[in-house]
């Protein structure tokens, strides 16, 4: 499976962007997909996980402002982010779970937000 995520980019805060991850290869034994992130000096930390078309779990500080979809036509998962904060800057990976200790991850895209 390849991830190819894209969308990312410089916003000022309070606005919005909208982040895409197209699967290819072998994209039927995917389980679930969701979106990480890693700001500077931190760990990577859960956004969102959309499992079976539903979004599964979210994380507190996006709540509200984030929503994650997908198009199962086009084996892409997308990240709506809206009302985007100076702390949410950070490279945005998505990852697609085969099984359990089986995940593929994207390279990538960097999320800046300025004030």
């Known amino acids: 499976v390849q991830l190819q995520a894209s969308g990312g980019g410089l916003v000022q805060a309070g606005g919005s962007l909208t982040l895409s991850c197209a699967a290819s290869?072998?994209?039927?034994?995917?389980?679930?997909m969701g979106w990480y992130r890693q700001g500077p000096g931190k760990q990577r930390e859960l956004v969102a996980i959309?499992?079976?078309?539903?979004?599964?779990g979210d994380a507190d500080s996006v709540k509200g402002r984030f929503t994650i979809s997908v198009d199962n036509a086009k084996n892409t998962i997308y990240l709506q982010m809206n009302s985007l904060k100076l702390e949410d800057t950070a490279v945005y990976y998505c990852?697609?779970?085969?099984?359990?200790?089986?995940?593929?991850w994207g390279l990538g895209t960097q999320v800046t937000v300025s004030s």
């Open positions: 990852k697609a779970r085969m099984g359990v200790g089986n995940d593929y």
């Open positions: 290869g072998s994209t039927v034994g995917i389980k679930e």
């Open positions: 959309i499992f079976n078309g539903r979004s599964t």
